[in-house]
């Protein structure tokens, strides 16, 4: 499955954004799904996941209550609604595929920037 995330831009501090990434490939269904993100000088980590029916949704610690996952089966897409903001979510993120929420993922986007200004 190829993927193309798109969404993102500069913000301040306490607004939103809406990423998203859209699958091409009939196989869309048959994939969990996850964005991760990498800040300068940081590795890469896995910020939400979703699970190939959208019943299981996971979130790292740093960004419970503020990030929500959902996807679209019908339109091959997968979002990442951000609100609330900070400085330190910035980061290049980058949607992926796997099997399951708990599996290595296969698959990857090119990231799409968000900035943060406080």
């Known amino acids: 499955v190829q993927l193309q995330a798109c969404g993102g831009g500069s913000v301040q501090a306490g607004g939103s954004l809406r990423l998203s990434c859209a699958a091409s490939?009939?196989?869309?269904?048959?994939?969990?799904r996850g964005w991760f993100r990498q800040a300068p000088g940081k590795e890469r980590e896995l910020v939400a996941a979703?699970?190939?029916?959208?019943?299981?949704?996971r979130y790292a610690d740093s960004v419970k209550g503020r990030f929500t996952i959902s996807r679209d089966n019908a339109k091959n897409t997968v979002y990442l609604q951000i609100n609330s903001l900070k400085p330190e979510d910035t980061a290049i993120y980058y949607c992926?595929?796997?099997?399951?929420?708990?599996?290595?993922?296969?698959?990857w986007g090119q990231g799409t920037l968000v900035t943060v200004s406080s």
């Open positions: 992926a595929a796997a099997p399951s929420v708990y599996s290595d993922y296969i698959s």
């Open positions: 979703i699970s190939r029916s959208g019943g299981y949704v």
């Open positions: 490939g009939r196989a869309f269904s048959s994939y969990a």
